[in-house]
């Protein structure tokens, strides 16, 4: 019996050690994510390199920002009245993802802030290109799927 309690308590720490090894895997990241496309498969499947992203990193040591423009301010503005969408966005934002809208979509679009999904006004930027440019000059990583 002592064998099999000696041999359990081995795969304990075993799993607890590669556990806290997967955990260093990565360094601390600091990424900007660019969407300004329409598609909205493609926008999901960008959800959920995201989601996935944030997961693998580990909360709390992943910075993630979305400039979101062009034709991808739809997204948002139909989540105003899709829970699907809603709840993408609320879990993303849980995960401390911030999401950049560019005014000057919003200004091409004839709409502002109030008529997209959960948008503060901390949330706009005057334009999003520049806004990426800024982010990678601050050491954030590009990355647009």
């Known amino acids: 019996m002592k064998p099999l309690h000696t041999l359990l308590t081995s795969l304990v720490l075993l799993t607890g050690l590669s556990t806290s090894a997967l955990a260093q895997k990565y360094q601390e990241q600091k990424v900007v994510y660019h969407m300004n496309y329409g598609d909205s498969h493609r926008i999901s499947e960008t959800m959920t390199n995201i989601s996935n992203h944030l997961g693998e990193v580990g909360e709390g040591r992943i910075d993630i920002k979305v400039v979101v423009h062009g034709k991808a301010i739809e997204y948002f503005m139909n989540a105003v009245e899709d829970e699907g969408k809603q709840m993408t966005l609320d879990s993303l934002r849980l995960g401390?993802?911030?999401?950049?809208?560019?005014?000057?979509?919003?200004?091409?679009?004839?709409?502002?802030?109030?008529?997209?999904y959960?948008?503060?006004?901390?949330?706009?930027?005057?334009?999003?290109?520049?806004?990426i440019v800024d982010l990678q000059q601050k050491g954030y990583i590009y990355v647009r799927p």
């Open 96 to 116: 401390d993802v911030q999401f950049i809208i560019c005014g000057n979509s919003l200004d091409g679009y004839k709409v502002t802030r109030d008529d997209l």
């Open 118 to 131: 959960e948008v503060e006004e901390e949330d706009v930027v005057k334009a999003g290109l520049p806004t």
